[in-house]
C-alpha cells in the first residue's frame, strides 16, 4: 500500500508539496512556496512535517512555488538527495537566488513599516541558504536519453519523462516494488507544440495512479495561432497609435517563449520592427541556461530558426535590460514598444512599476499570457478592476488588457484528459493544482468520460490510500 499526503497546491495551485509513504520511506513531490494569498508570510514559515523524516524530494520543475520551499526544508535538517534533471538543477539556483532576493526587500519593507509580528520580519532564509540546497541534487537523465530506470534504493525506482511545462520540467514516474504500485506525478504539464520544448511524453510503462495538475481543468483553450494571429493585430494597433505594450511573464518559461515568437513574428513580418525590452535580469541569466541546454529543445526549434547565427532568443530590434537606471528610463521613453517584465503574476518585481506608469493610458495594452492566481495583483487587473493600489497609490486602470490564456504553459482540459487516457493501465488519479472549481469540473468530465477510474480531488491535509 501507498499513501500520499496533500500538504500544499492541493485545493489550490500553489505551494505544491505531495508526501508519498511507502514501506517506511518518505518520498517528498516538491517542495513549493505559497504565493499571492494575504496569509503566504504566515504559511510559508510552516513545514507541516518534520524535515528529517523526509528520506528524499523528487523535483518536477524550477518554478518557486514548486522549489520554493527546499531552502527552509534543507535549513531546518533535511539531509537527502532531491532527485531532478540537469537543467533544472542550473535553474533552479538562479530562482533561488532570486527569491532570496525578494524576500530580504519584503523583509526589509516590513521592518520599516512595522508589519507583522516580529519575526515575521526577518528574511525567511538568505543567500548562504541556496548552496546547502544544490549540493544535495542529483541529476537523473531525461527517458529521450537513458530507458533504464534510476533506483533510489533497494524498493524505489524512477524516471523523468519531459512535462513539456518549461525547461527541465519533468513528469515523474516512481515504481515501488514491495506494494507492486507505479505512480506518476504530472507536475506541471505543458501544452502540445510550445515553441523550444518538446511535448508532453506520456510514460510507456503501466502506472496504476497518477496525481495530475489541474490548473485549467474546466477550461478548453482556442488554437494557440489563432491567439498569436490575435497577440499580432493588437501590436500593430497598439504600434499605430504610439502605445507601450507591458506583458508581464515568469522570466522562467513564459519570456523565452514570447521572444520566440516575437523573433517569428518579425521575421515574418506580421508585427513592425519595434523595440522590445525583457527587463528582467533573472529572465536574462536565465536565456543563457537555455542556450546551455539545446539538446533539450524540440525539432521545430531548429526548423525555424536553421542558421547558427540566427539564434531563436535573440534578434536586432531585442534588448536584454539589467541595468535598474535603464529599466527607469524606459517610463520617460515615447512609444511605440514593448516591455517584457517579472513577476508573471504581477505581484513583485520591475512589472509592477511599469504597471504604475502605464495602466493609466488608454493608448497602453497589457498583455496577459499566463495564470493569475487568487489574491494577485494580476487577478485583480484580470477581473476588470477599476482602479489598483499600487505601492500605496490608487492607479486608474484605464490601459487595454488582453488576456491570451492560449499562450498558457498548462494543458487544457482535455489535452490533460488526452494525456490521461495514454497511459496504460490507469485506476486512479488524484487532482492537484487547481482551484476548487477548476479542479471539480475537471474531475466530473473525467469520471462522466471513465467511470472505471477513480477520481478524487485531495483538499489540503488530505490523506490518500492507494493500494
Ligand atoms: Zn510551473
Redesign the pocket.
Known amino acids: 500500500m501507498l499513501t500520499v499526503t496533500f500538504y500544499g497546491g492541493a485545493g489550490g495551485v500553489t505551494g505544491s508539496k505531495h508526501l508519498v509513504e511507502v514501506n517506511g520511506k518518505r518520498t517528498l513531490l516538491d517542495c513549493g512556496t505559497f504565493q499571492g494569498l494575504s496569509d503566504v508570510r504566515e504559511r510559508n514559515r510552516v513545514l507541516p512535517f518534520r524535515p528529517e523524516t523526509i528520506d528524499r524530494v523528487v523535483l518536477s ?1 524550477a ?1 518557486i ?2 522549489c520554493g520551499m527546499l531552502l527552509v526544508l534543507v535549513k531546518r535538517g533535511f539531509a537527502g538527495p532531491i532527485f531532478v534533471t540537469a537543467a533544472t538543477k542550473e535553474v533552479v539556483n538562479y530562482m533561488l537566488l532570486d527569491m532570496v532576493g525578494i524576500e530580504a526587500g519584503d523583509a526589509e519593507f516590513r521592518r520599516k513599516h512595522k508589519i507583522g509580528a516580529p519575526d515575521e520580519r526577518e528574511p525567511l532564509f538568505v543567500e548562504e541558504d541556496v548552496a546547502p540546497v544544490m549540493e544535495q541534487f542529483v541529476e537523473v537523465p531525461y527517458v529521450r536519453e537513458s530507458k533504464e530506470w534510476y533506483k533510489i534504493d533497494d524498493d524505489t525506482e524512477l524516471k523523468f519523462y519531459d512535462a513539456g ?2 525547461l527541465g ?1 519533468a513528469v515523474s514516474v516512481l515504481r515501488f516494488k514491495s506494494s507492486d504500485i507505479t505512480m506518476a506525478y504530472t507536475g ?1 504539464l505543458g501544452q502540445v507544440g510550445m515553441p523550444l520544448l518538446f511535448d508532453p511524453e506520456v510514460p510507456t510503462e503501466e502506472v496504476q495512479f497518477v496525481i495530475c495538475e489541474s490548473t485549467y481543468g474546466s477550461r478548453k483553450h482556442q488554437p494557440l495561432q489563432q491567439a498569436l494571429d490575435r497577440m499580432a493585430d493588437v501590436m500593430k494597433q497598439t504600434c499605430a497609435r504610439g502605445g507601450k505594450m507591458i506583458v508581464p511573464a515568469f522570466s522562467l518559461g513564459r519570456t523565452q517563449e514570447l521572444v520566440y515568437w516575437l523573433h517569428k513574428m518579425v521575421d515574418d513580418k506580421q508585427i513592425p520592427r519595434f523595440p522590445i525590452y525583457v527587463d528582467s535580469p533573472l529572465a536574462t541569466d536565465l536565456t543563457e541556461v537555455y542556450r546551455h541546454h539545446r539538446d533539450d529543445y524540440d525539432e521545430e526549434s531548429w526548423t525555424d530558426f536553421p542558421r547558427a547565427d540566427d539564434r531563436p532568443l535573440a534578434f536586432s530590434n531585442l534588448r536584454y535590460v539589467t541595468s535598474r537606471s535603464e529599466s527607469m528610463s524606459l517610463n520617460k521613453k515615447p512609444g511605440p514598444f514593448m516591455v517584457i517584465s517579472a513577476s508573471g503574476m504581477m505581484s513583485a518585481g520591475r512589472v509592477v512599476h511599469h504597471l504604475k506608469h502605464n495602466l493609466s493610458d488608454p493608448n497602453n495594452v497589457i498583455f496577459v499570457t499566463g495564470y493569475q492566481a487568487e489574491g494577485t495583483l494580476g487577478r485583480r487587473i484580470l477581473e476588470g478592476a477599476k482602479s489598483v493600489e499600487i505601492f500605496g497609490e490608487q492607479i486608474r486602470v484605464k490601459a487595454q488588457v488582453e488576456l491570451l490564456n492560449e499562450l498558457s ?1 498548462h494543458a487544457d482540459r482535455d489535452q490533460l484528459q488526452h494525456y490521461l487516457e495514454r497511459i496504460k493501465g490507469l485506476k486512479q488519479v488524484a487532482l492537484v493544482h487547481g482551484e476548487p472549481h477548476q479542479a471539480g469540473d475537471f474531475r466530473r468530465q473525467l469520471q462522466q468520460a471513465h467511470p472505471e477510474w477513480t477520481v478524487t480531488r485531495p483538499e489540503e491535509g488530505e490523506v490518500l490510500e492507494v493500494s
Open positions: 520543475h518554478h512555488d514548486h511545462h518549461i520540467s506541471d504553459a
